[in-house]
């Protein structure tokens, strides 16, 4: 720790001003992880004034978070480079702005440009909040406690996204949805200029563009060929985007070896305790994600209930998340870090197992109790692992370690609804339609269970029933097994963070320099 460092940390430390930057703090990553979510609900009433096709609809909805895991670990770089805050706050400005340029798009290509310059802004905001909080807070147990805020914050995000949403709609229009971003940002900025401290890399080398280059189309290339392959199955522009992907990351990673002051220090991944912490990182998420997602349909085209009932009954998973966040230190301290992850993704584990014996007349509180236990074990488990992650690197390094954080989450929420999602799919389209259901109509039904709720209008009262009963069933079959699988991926990654976390704690000693 450099001499001005030093009294930044014992500046702040005696302080309650840090706790109200840490608010702030929480309240953007929140809105950016809402972001990706919330527009979900407004999808129907933004298609009916924009009118997009298909395929632009799809990118209206997969830009943001395509380019916010393209550009995470670049932006946590910079952020060690020019100024953490300085970072933030520009992100800050810039959100807000683009925020009003989607909120009154008028056309299908300015809404995918707007949710694209969102997705950029909103990769400044996500490893710059980590990376302060890690200069916020020198004393571990308080960091591990401002680090479940955070962590709280970014799982509980997507819950609390569709219950914003309904709620926003329910009485305005759609660009609501992203005027409330305005607010946030103002009170962000306004805030941090005043109690969030500036911190950076004392040596931070040059930014290879390069290498931001590489990860762009190495990141967006990986996610877009997993949810191309989740909506289509295995399809030649699926394969070829995760060739490009798998190039382009395997060339940054080569470069990132060979250059003084690389992105991102690749050799951390040595570290059996990091990389063990970044893998558990992506599978609470990947499970969490997955459940919240296909639940969500369950809910409305099997249950028939509004967006606003959906998101409320999902609203749990995000209390869970968020009790655990504030208990995930203390716990990984009296027990140990591996106890901690390791219990967290049982929890999820054993949420998507209950999946399995969910059916149409499931009760609210049977499903609100399961997604609490699955809100809380990823909230420990990710709250434990980013402590761990942040902890492993020096100071300098933060940003960049805090990027690596956040691109787990994004991979594990686009691998979570693709895996879980092949799965569902595959089950479903083999159900089987009624007789006289004419062909096209059959495979409108096939598509999706929305598309046969859509397909069913069409046919006589009797004969769409019947279609869409059938197609409920296997969805819900679908569910079973989709559950089932992910219930078994998430209790062998149980298994291995024991392993792999083995001997890993948190600090408890104030750093010195």
């Keep these: 720790m450099t001499g001005t460092d030093l009294k930044v940390a014992e500046t702040v430390r005696g302080t309650p001003g840090r706790w109200l930057a840490l608010s702030v703090l929480v309240l953007a990553v929140l809105l950016v992880a809402v972001d990706a979510t919330v527009l979900g609900l407004a999808t129907p009433f933004l298609s009916e004034d924009l009118e997009p096709t298909g395929t632009q609809l799809l990118w209206i909805g997969d830009v943001y ?112 949805v992203f005027l409330i971003n305005l607010p ?20 931070p080398g040059p930014w290879d563009l390069i290498s931001v280059g590489l990860s762009l189309v190495g990141m967006i290339s990986v996610v877009y060929a997993i ?21 382009a990351l395997t060339w940054f990673v080569r470069r990132q070896l060979t250059l003084p002051s690389p992105l991102l220090n690749v050799r951390l991944f040595h570290n059996r305790g990091f990389s063990g912490a970044v893998l558990a990182d992506l599978l609470t ?13 369950f809910l409305q085209l099997v249950q028939g209930r509004s967006p606003l009932e959906a998101g409320l009954i999902e609203l749990p998973s995000a209390i869970g998340a968020v009790i655990a966040g504030l208990l995930a230190g203390h716990l990984a301290r009296r027990t140990s870090v591996r106890g901690a992850v390791t219990a967290g993704l049982t929890a999820v584990g ?14 609210p509180a049977a499903m609100g109790a399961v997604l609490f236990v699955g809100g809380f074990g990823a909230g420990l488990a990710f709250t434990v692992t980013a402590d761990v992650i942040l902890s492993s690197v ?53 598509e999706s269970l929305a598309g046969a709720a859509q397909a069913a209008e069409t046919l006589p009262a009797e004969q769409g029933a019947a279609l869409l009963a059938s197609a409920r069933d296997a969805f819900l079959d679908g569910f079973h097994v989709a559950g089932a699988v992910g219930s078994v991926v998430l209790l062998a990654t149980a298994v291995a963070a024991w392993f792999l976390l083995r001997g890993q704690r948190l600090e408890s000693g104030v750093e010195h320099p």
């Design 227 to 247: 949810k191309e392959t989740a909506v289509h199955g295995v399809s030649a522009g699926g394969m070829l985007a995760a060739t490009l992907g798998a190039t």
């Design 285 to 297: 998420i990947l499970g969490l994600a997955g459940l919240v997602f296909f639940l969500s349909q």
């Design 394 to 446: 020096p100071k300098e390094e933060a940003g960049a370690a805090s990027a690596v954080s956040e691109t787990a989450y994004e991979l594990g929420a686009a691998l979570g609804i693709a895996l879980l999602g092949s799965v569902v799919t595959g089950v479903y389209r083999g159900f089987t339609v009624p007789d006289a259901v004419p062909g096209e109509t059959a495979d409108a039904a096939r």
């Design 65 to 176: 978070s395509f380019v916010i895991a393209g550009l995470l670990i670049s932006m946590g770089s910079l952020g060690d480079r020019i100024g953490r805050k300085k970072l933030l706050l520009t992100g800050a400005v810039a959100f807000g702005a683009v925020s009003v340029l989607n909120a009154y798009a008028t056309s299908p290509e300015m809404m995918i440009v707007a949710r694209a310059l969102l997705g950029v802004a909103g990769a400044t905001l996500m490893p710059s909040t980590l990376a302060l909080i890690r200069n916020l807070f020198p004393d571990p147990r308080e960091r591990s406690l401002a680090v479940g805020f955070w962590g709280a914050a970014a799982s509980a995000g997507a819950a609390v996204g569709p219950v914003v949403g309904g709620a926003l709609l329910e009485h305005f229009w759609w660009g609501s």
């Design 350 to 363: 054993l949420a998507l197992g209950a999946g399995v014996f969910a059916t149409a007349g499931t009760t």
């Design 184 to 203: 946030v940002m103002a009170i962000l900025v306004v805030v941090g200029v005043k109690l969030i401290p500036e911190s950076r890399n004392p040596r």
